[in-house]
């Protein structure tokens, strides 16, 4: 009976600290991609300025500056999250 319960008391004890670290992966992760992925915003913005606009050139320039925008944005929000995930895991 003893070895089944400390059989228990290790699974729960494990399993209770694969959940604390699964929000602190899922940063790391999500940062990691919103910096990789961050260049399709240029892309995306200037298709979404394109397709609305009466002046290509003006929609061409207006979709880079604010794709650029949007670019370093979720760079800097992707890098924040990565150096900000061992923190979190450090104070649970």
Do not use: C, W
């Not at 609305?52 to 500056?65: D, M, Q």
């Amino acid at each position: 009976m003893k070895p089944l319960i400390s059989i228990l008391i290790v699974l729960f004890v494990t399993a209770s600290a694969v959940l604390s670290f699964a929000d602190t992966a899922s940063k790391f992760k999500g940062g990691i991609r919103d910096v990789i992925m961050s260049p399709f915003q240029v892309s995306d913005k200037v298709k979404e300025e394109t397709t609305n606009a009466k002046f290509l050139p003006f929609a061409l320039v207006g979709g880079l500056l604010k794709g650029t925008f949007y670019m370093a944005k979720q760079i800097v929000t992707g890098t924040l999250q990565v150096a900000t995930a061992p923190i979190e895991m450090i104070h649970k």
